[in-house]
Every structure is written in structure tokens, then in C-alpha cells.
């Protein structure tokens, strides 16, 4: 059994029929998530509830049809709720919340036959790129970590769940995704994400930040691996590859600033390799993306992250306030979005300055946001597009410590993945590389127009026929 190689897919299968057990391949998980705990990668690891569902898997497997995820060990981010385990949303005030269901989305996982072993770390409150995280850590040093690297960040939000895949501890697992959360991880990590178009997944069960913008998303080893989870989630059948010739994809150049050198090779060289198989790559503009997304990004972010955390902290019964929650944040970076943003409701002005935040959510939900869904739907029709493809993020894993949250390389991570989350559109995270001079992941991603989920699938599981898996981390 090589967990390096393993698949979501594969491991199903051989499940499926009897060539390994669950109990052995959740023991083989847990055994490689408690070897690293310098990744910081759970906030709960749930060793006995693991074992005893494998068990359970391994002693029913002979009396029906084979479930899409029967027996595979998964993991689950600690924003979305899992029943009997902690779901601390990443923050000391949550962290004795225990809810007695699960979430819709890891409700459907487990029914599909999954294996939950723990919840993941994340950046606080979902409220980053790092997963610097200062509130929970199993290793000597505090912040959600690298697989390639653990000098290096996991990104984040998702961070555990992105470290956990690319570390090869499991196959697959769930994050969520506000402006970039499952893709920036899987992108520094080495794995691949979909963010759904926004209201495919149900988002009930989740700690929010913005219900215009947020969205469960899968994250696992292949293409292969998240239409598995997709199809469980979403419905549909099986997806085949697409015929890479009557694929049409848009370039923005705009989408290729402040690129490392790793990076901008990895991508053309990608791009080289996607021609070559036939790919039609065309060269488009859009006018005006930044600026519609910057009046629509943070707007929407601060103004309903009030509104929503109040709704949910309420719904949970956990008897936390937004106060009590605020009060205990133990990022800096996240406390002092919280205290000088969210609370207040005011959105960052000119130099240092704060404004009221309602006029400008009002402006960006009447008129930036279609603005900028009509933006993407024009380019998508004018020019035939399947998608737009663009570096995910424009460098390589940074360094872990505290200012790897500065607001500064939170605009450079989200630079590209920011503006198909606030249109609500389908974006594919594919690792295409490891870095020439870094050796660390470097990854591309489709953004696809809104309900192309699928179609977006077929497209991912042709390139990775040519992209091929990274190779393992080097333990």
C-alpha cells in the first residue's frame, strides 16, 4: 500500500474489493498524521471514532454495493461541522463548541461510505492566506506548515486539509473557500481544488464569513479524486475527459503581475504543454476586473461577516457572542480585522482611515457585482472560453511567521483567485510543477463560467493526463 501514490479513486476501489481493509488504511493515516505534528495540520485528530467507523466499513463491505468513498480515510476543515468533535472555526472561543450533527456537506461525505479522522487547522476564523494561526498547533512552533517545506506557509484558509493531502496523510478532504481558501492551499501544497459555483454545495452547518461569497469546496490528490467528492455533494454521474482539442482557454495578461521566477516558468511551460496537445490558448482583456473586484471584495466580506457570525454563533446554541468570540482571537492579523472591521462594520479607507460599511456593500450587491458577473460572462461568450487560466498564486510558499499575514501578502495570494469568488464562478486549482529553483508546488487554475462545475472536471482530468502528479515530499 503506497500512501504516496495512492488515490481517493484507487483506494475506493481497492477497498472495494477486499485488497486492503479500512482499519488498516486508517490506521496508516493516523499513523502518519501523529508522526508530523510539526505541521500543525489538526486541531482534532479522532483516533477511536476513525477506527471504529473503518471497523464498521470493514465488517459491512460484503453486503451491498460499493460506496463512491467506502472505507477512505478523509479529513474535514474545523469551520464545518462534524457531529461528537470539536468545530472551532480555527478560534479559542470555539473550542469547547461540540454540535451534535453534521454539517450537510460532511454528512453526504460520510454517507458516501468516508472515513472522517480529524479536523483540520485553518487560519482563524477563515480570515487569511497563512494558516499562521497562533491558537492551535501540535508542533513546537505555532502556524499551519508546508508539506514541501515546514519552514514554509500551508496557505490558507483551508491550511490543515491542503497540508494533510500534500503531505500524503489522506486523499481527500473538505475546506471552504471565500476568496481563494481551498485553492490557495492545494496551490502551495501540491493538490487539487474546486471551488464550486456559489449555492451548488449547502452551506448550512458551516461558520461563515460572507453568504454572498462563501462556499464548501473539495480538495484531494487528483482532478479524479474532487469530481468523486463533487459528484457525492452535488449529484450528476461520472465525468469523462475532455476532448483537450475542442478545449478553448483566455489568457489576461493582467493575471500574470508580480509572477516569481519559479512560478512564471512553471506557467508558460504549462501553457507550452497544453498547446502542444491541442489546446486553443487565446489571448483576452478585462477591462476594469481589479477595479469592479475591489469594489466589491472587502464590501461584501466585512459587511456580511457581522451579520452572518451573529446568525451563526446564535444558531449553534454555544452561548459565544461575536464579543466573546472577538475578545478571544488570538491572531493579530485576524483581531485586528475583527475589532477595527467587522465589529465596527467599517471597511479600510484612505490613509488609515475607516468609512461606514453599508453604502459600499449596497453599491457592490446593486451594481459592482453584476457588473463584474456581466464582465466574466462577456468574455466567456465573445471568445468561445471553457476558461480563463492563470498562475493560482503568483509565488511559491513564503516564509511561516507572523507577518506571512501582513495585509500585504493577503493581496498578493488572493490577487488572482479573488475576482471569480466575488462573481460566485467555478474555479479548478491544478498543481502543474515543482518549482525549478524552490522545489516547492506551483499551481494553475480554471475559472469557468457560472454552473460549468462539470464541465470544468472533464477539462481538469484531461490536463493532468499531461501535467502528471508532483512527486511526493521527501520525508
Request: charge should be positive.
Amino acid at each position: 500500500m503506497d500512501l504516496d501514490q495512492l488515490t481517493a479513486t484507487q483506494a475506493a476501489a481497492d477497498l472495494c474489493a477486499g485488497k486492503i481493509t479500512s482499519k488498516a488504511l486508517t490506521a496508516a493515516a493516523l499513523a502518519r498524521a501523529k508522526a508530523q505534528p510539526d505541521l500543525n495540520a489538526f486541531v482534532t485528530l479522532d483516533e477511536a471514532g476513525a477506527m471504529k467507523a473503518a471497523e464498521a466499513f470493514d465488517a459491512g463491505r460484503k453486503k451491498g454495493p460499493c460506496k463512491p468513498l467506502g472505507g477512505v480515510p478523509i479529513v474535514i476543515k474545523d469551520n464545518i461541522e462534524v457531529a461528537g468533535l470539536p468545530s472551532t472555526a480555527g478560534t479559542p472561543a470555539l473550542k469547547n463548541f461540540v454540535p451534535k450533527k453534521d454539517a450537510p456537506v460532511a454528512a453526504k461525505l460520510r454517507a458516501a461510505g468516508a472515513i472522517i479522522i480529524g479536523k483540520t487547522n485553518m487560519h482563524e476564523l477563515a480570515f487569511g492566506i497563512s494558516g499562521f494561526n497562533a491558537g492551535f498547533k501540535t508542533g513546537s512552533e505555532p502556524g499551519v506548515r508546508n508539506a514541501y517545506d515546514s519552514t514554509k506557509i500551508a496557505g490558507g484558509s483551508s491550511s490543515g486539509t491542503g497540508a494533510a493531502i500534500g503531505a500524503r496523510i489522506v486523499t481527500a478532504g473538505l475546506g471552504t473557500d471565500t476568496g481563494g481558501s481551498v485553492r490557495v492551499p492545494c496551490a502551495l501544497n501540491g493538490c487539487v481544488s474546486l471551488r464550486p459555483t456559489v449555492g451548488r454545495y449547502p452551506q448550512g452547518g458551516i461558520a461563515p464569513i460572507s453568504h454572498t461569497r462563501d462556499t464548501a469546496g473539495p480538495m484531494a490528490s487528483t482532478v479524479a479524486d474532487v469530481a468523486i467528492l463533487d459528484r457525492v455533494v452535488a449529484g450528476g454521474g461520472t465525468i469523462a475527459p475532455a476532448e483537450l482539442k475542442q478545449v478553448r482557454i483566455g489568457i489576461d495578461n493582467a493575471m500574470l503581475a508580480n509572477l516569481d521566477g519559479d512560478t512564471e516558468a512553471a506557467f508558460k511551460a504549462a501553457l507550452e504543454k497544453l498547446k502542444s496537445n491541442g489546446v486553443t490558448v487565446v489571448d483576452v482583456e478585462m477591462p476594469k476586473l481589479a477595479e469592479l473586484n475591489g469594489q466589491v471584495g472587502f464590501p461584501l466580506a466585512l459587511y456580511e461577516a457581522y451579520d452572518d457570525m451573529v446568525a451563526y454563533l446564535k444558531k449553534t446554541g454555544s452561548g459565544v457572542s461575536i464579543e466573546n468570540l472577538a475578545k478571544e482571537i488570538a491572531s493579530p492579523d485576524v483581531k485586528g480585522t475583527y475589532d477595527g472591521l467587522v465589529i465596527p462594520r467599517k471597511l479600510p479607507g484612505p490613509d488609515n482611515t475607516v468609512a461606514d460599511a453599508k453604502p459600499a456593500y449596497d453599491a457592490a450587491m446593486k451594481t459592482a457585482r453584476p457588473a463584474l458577473q456581466a464582465l466574466y460572462r462577456d468574455t466567456f461568450a465573445k471568445n468561445k472560453l471553457d476558461a480563463i487560466a492563470f498562475p493560482t498564486v503568483p509565488k511559491v510558499a513564503i516564509a511561516s511567521n507572523p507577518d506571512s499575514s501582513s495585509l500585504a501578502n493577503f493581496l498578493l495570494f488572493i490577487q488572482n483567485t479573488d475576482p471569480g469568488s466575488n462573481a460566485g464562478i467555478p474555479g479548478l486549482q491544478l498543481p502543474i510543477a515543482l518549482g525549478a529553483s524552490s522545489k516547492l508546488p506551483v499551481g494553475l487554475e480554471l475559472d469557468g463560467p457560472a454552473g460549468s462545475d462539470r464541465r470544468l472536471l472533464a477539462v481538469g482530468i484531461a490536463m493532468e493526463k499531461i501535467f502528471g502528479r508532483l512527486p511526493p515530499p521527501s520525508r
